[in-house]
Nanobody, 124 residues
Framework: QLHLVESGGGLVQPGGSLRLSCAAS????????IGWFRQAPGKEREGVSC???????NYADSVKGRFTISRDNAKNTVYLQMNGLKPEDTAVYSC??????????????????WGQGTQVTVSS
């Protein structure tokens, strides 16, 4: 079976950093685009960042310059480095995968496989 497992969430003070990991099992990430999404209580799910199979990336305007997505195909893992965290970044962060030859999209409907999510809380 195909699984995605997120880790690295937690409680951090404003201005702090976290690195989220999305580890895949049951399939090889090489041929997949991977997206990170987040959902805060009472809000719609939002696309944060994505990385295509050719390593091209895309970011939401709200995180540009603060978040960096990367992938290590040898480890079958995608990372989301989050710096300069703000209280409004508080949400459950989930990763998702889609087998795709095209540039990745920040639309959750474009993705096939989803992880369970990890909580990120930014608070003093």
């Amino acid at each position: 079976q195909l699984h995605l497992v997120e880790s690295g969430g937690g409680l951090v003070q404003p201005g702090g950093s976290l690195r989220l990991s999305c580890a895949a099992s049951g399939f090889t990430l090489d041929y997949y685009a991977i997206g990170w999404f987040r959902q805060a209580p009472g809000k719609e799910r939002e696309g944060v960042s994505c990385i295509s199979r050719d390593f091209s990336t895309n970011y939401a305007d709200s995180v540009k310059g603060r978040f960096t997505i990367s992938r290590d195909n040898a480890k079958n893992t995608v990372y989301l480095q989050m710096n300069g965290l703000k209280p409004e970044d508080t949400a459950v962060y989930s990763c998702a995968a889609v087998h795709s030859y095209f540039n990745c999209r920040l639309s959750h409907g474009a993705y096939t496989y989803w992880g369970q999510g990890t909580q990120v809380t930014v608070s003093s």
